[in-house]
């Protein structure tokens, strides 16, 4: 699966973004998509999944209540609407699939998107 991610930029804080990451190539067998996010000096973290089945979705305690993800199966698109955004927001945000039921560690997803920026100003 070939994953690009786009809508990230430049905001100040208490802005929102949506980013989108749309899928192509071999998509069958796909179970779940997330988007993780990494900042400089920091480890790679979850921030939401939605599984391809059933829609359910799976937050991080930080952004519960401020983000929401959702997919758009027409255009193999993945959704991530960032509201009330914090200067601690401020990542390289990937989307990932995978093709199991875990979602919250990089090693459950096998493909990776090339990631887009989000920088929130205080």
């Known amino acids: 699966v070939q994953l690009q991610a786009s809508g990230g930029g430049l905001v100040q804080a208490g802005d929102s973004l949506r980013l989108s990451c749309v899928a192509s190539?071999?998509?069958?067998?796909?179970?779940?998509m997330g988007w993780f996010r990494q900042a400089p000096g920091k480890e790679r973290e979850f921030v939401s999944a939605?599984?391809?089945?059933?829609?359910?979705?799976y937050y991080a305690d930080s952004v519960k209540g401020r983000f929401t993800i959702s997919r758009d199966n027409a255009k193999n698109t993945v959704y991530l609407q960032m509201d009330s955004l914090k200067p601690e927001d401020t990542a390289l945000y990937y989307c990932?699939?995978?093709?199991?039921?875990?979602?919250?560690?990089?090693?459950?997803?096998?493909?990776w998107g090339q990631g887009t920026q989000v920088t929130v100003s205080s």
């Open positions: 990932a699939a995978g093709g199991s039921s875990r979602y919250s560690f990089p090693w459950d997803y096998r493909d």
């Open positions: 190539g071999r998509t069958f067998g796909t179970y779940m």
């Open positions: 939605i599984r391809w089945t059933d829609y359910s979705t």
